[in-house]
């Protein structure tokens, strides 16, 4: 049996060697804390769980749910009301938003509706891997622009060759950023949808990490921008926001061409998610800033405690205005995987190699702050002890 020529694409997972490094830390007696992946640990609110709970027992949600691949009316209202109320964005939820199953799925469909063979898309580095696979596994090619430290962990835009821009049918960004916890101004948007518009290229701005700030920062979305909804899409999720990872619901908004181009994938490739799940994330947007306040200071209380340990293990940062990552640079004279393991052998603590998220991320490793409090507290203090 012969598997599709398209898997060969895939580059070997970093993330199974970590998963292989844990399991033989722990096979030693180790004591493992794991600040790798980005999956809140706290429960999703109970008022949440309890409209699931009532509308999985309405029998009229146990079909296919109304509106199938697009999404219920009902929810893409609520997205829209949301979008209203937290950035002043109108949109039609008719056609400028769809349901999606996660915004990973929404990054697979889209690529698969704009990208023809021999097109490339545009894709930072350091970046969230899904954006280059879904581009490789559509037939297209990857331009990797990098995330630097000197320009804030921002693309240059005129660093990117004319001819890649000519070819390109796509740019992906994610800001609030993973791995690098960087965040970008309006200004910098507006130069995207210029740099887009020039080049007729569809921005996809992936904005999963919206709701998690810091410091009275407000994360913005690229569709404030004049002119941004007729060349940008928006992915979001309420998997980060509202501890609802495993639920896989979110959406992508924008541009209703490109979202008919989607709605065409997923006609042919899913139903939308279950409706009493959609039903639920209606009662999450509606009620978000009384769900959302006391996880923000959770995870500001967390990263204040790492960011006091930092300098103990070599390492410095400044402390992230969004997203649940502290993206730190090792100081020391050292590889990023050499350094995890390190931490792993020494403190039985698990960090993310940069090099896993592209080249340019070398030099650098990533904390995710969703860790139980207690083990959390517990992993600062055997730093402390060194």
């Known amino acids: 049996m012969k598997l ?166 796509l740019i992906f960004i994610n800001y609030p950023n993973n791995p690098t916890g960087a965040t970008a101004t309006k200004e910098f948007f507006k130069n995207l949808v210029d740099f887009a518009y020039k080049w007729n290229i569809v921005i996809a701005s992936d904005n999963p990490y919206s709701e998690i700030t810091f410091d009275g920062y407000k994360a913005p979305s690229i569709l404030e921008l004049e002119g941004a909804k007729d060349i940008a899409v928006e992915f979001n999720s309420l998997s980060k926001p509202f501890n609802m990872t495993g639920w896989r619901i979110g959406m992508a908004v924008g541009n209703r061409d490109v979202l008919g181009g989607i709605k065409i994938i997923k006609d042919n490739t899913d139903s939308g998610p279950f409706a009493a799940i959609q039903h639920a994330g209606i009662t999450a947007l509606k009620g978000y800033q009384k769900f959302l306040l006391p996880m923000i200071k959770i995870y500001e209380n967390r990263r204040n405690k790492l960011m006091n340990v930092l300098s103990k293990l070599n390492l410095k940062a400044q402390p992230p205005k969004a997203t649940f990552y502290v993206w730190a640079e090792i100081t020391e004279n050292i590889k990023s995987m050499e350094f995890t393991d390190n931490l792993l052998n020494k403190y039985g603590i698990v960090a993310i190699p940069g090099i896993g998220y592209g080249k340019h991320g070398e030099g650098f490793v990533r904390f995710s702050l969703t860790v139980p409090d207690h083990r959390f507290d517990e992993a600062m203090s055997r730093i402390e002890r060194g």
């Open 4 to 169: 599709a020529a398209r898997l060969s694409l895939v580059p070997p997972y970093l993330f199974v060697e970590v998963r292989r490094k844990i399991a033989e830390a722990k096979s030693k007696g180790i004591d493992v804390i794991s600040f790798g992946v980005g999956d809140p640990v706290e429960a999703t609110p109970q008022e949440i769980i309890q409209s699931l709970k009532m509308n999985a027992e309405n029998i009229e949600n146990h079909c296919y749910p109304p509106g199938e691949a697009r999404g219920m009316i009902a929810f893409r209202k609520a997205v829209a009301d949301w979008y209203e109320k937290r950035f002043n964005v109108m949109l039609d939820p008719e056609i400028e938003i769809i349901t999606l199953i996660g915004s990973k799925e929404g990054s697979h469909h889209l690529a698969l509706a704009m990208i023809n063979p021999g097109d490339f898309s545009i894709v930072p580095d350091p970046a969230y891997t899904t954006y280059e696979m879904s581009t490789l596994f559509s037939g297209g090619q990857v331009y990797k622009v990098p995330l630097l430290k000197t320009n804030n962990f921002l693309p240059d835009l005129h660093s990117i060759p004319e001819d890649i821009a000519r070819k390109a049918k």
